[in-house]
């Protein structure tokens, strides 16, 4: 019934590994090492070292942290992203952010401040010319 989890014991952060399903309302701090799709409502704080989707029909009053978020639906909290944030069409995200990529497709709603934040590229180191 339930599938046994091998090797190593590590969460791959790509798999989708929890779903807040359409009329489902979760109250309470969600954290997870995967990543996370919200089709229903959530109120509490979110932290995932995946991804984060919320869905068209997703309510999110949170403070959100994640690799990267793609809203179609409501964000109402302040989101840290480690990567890139996608707002699309139908998202509303009435909050601040920091994420290190931001996109807003036509349509989309950003009320709030952002931060956008980049990763320095290491020192490239001289070559020394050898004669």
């Given at each position: 019934?339930?599938?046994?989890?091998?090797?190593s014991?590590?969460?791959?952060?790509d798999?989708?590994?929890?779903l807040?399903g359409?009329g489902t309302i979760f109250?309470g701090?969600?954290?997870s090492?995967a990543?996370?799709r919200?089709?229903g409502?959530?109120?509490?704080?979110?932290?995932?070292?995946?991804?984060?989707?919320?869905?068209?029909?997703?309510?999110?009053?949170?403070?959100?942290?994640a690799?990267?978020?793609?809203?179609?639906?409501?964000?109402?909290?302040?989101?840290?992203?480690?990567?890139?944030l996608t707002?699309?069409?139908?998202g509303?995200?009435?909050?601040?952010?920091?994420?290190?990529?931001?996109?807003?497709?036509?349509g989309?709603?950003?009320n709030?401040?952002?931060?956008v934040?980049?990763?320095?590229?290491?020192?490239v180191q001289?070559?020394?010319?050898?004669?």
């Amino acid at each position: 019934m339930f599938k046994s989890k091998s090797g190593s014991g590590k969460i791959n952060p790509d798999t989708t590994d929890t779903l807040i399903g359409e009329g489902t309302i979760f109250e309470g701090k969600l954290r997870s090492e995967a990543s996370i799709r919200i089709e229903g409502s959530i109120i509490g704080d979110i932290s995932s070292n995946g991804d984060v989707i919320i869905g068209e029909n997703g309510v999110a009053n949170s403070n959100l942290s994640a690799r990267d978020l793609v809203l179609a639906g409501q964000l109402n909290g302040d989101a840290e992203i480690r990567g890139k944030l996608t707002i699309s069409s139908t998202g509303v995200l009435n909050g601040n952010i920091t994420a290190a990529s931001l996109i807003i497709e036509s349509g989309g709603v950003f009320n709030g401040s952002c931060k956008v934040t980049s990763t320095k590229p290491e020192a490239v180191q001289p070559v020394k010319a050898t004669s």
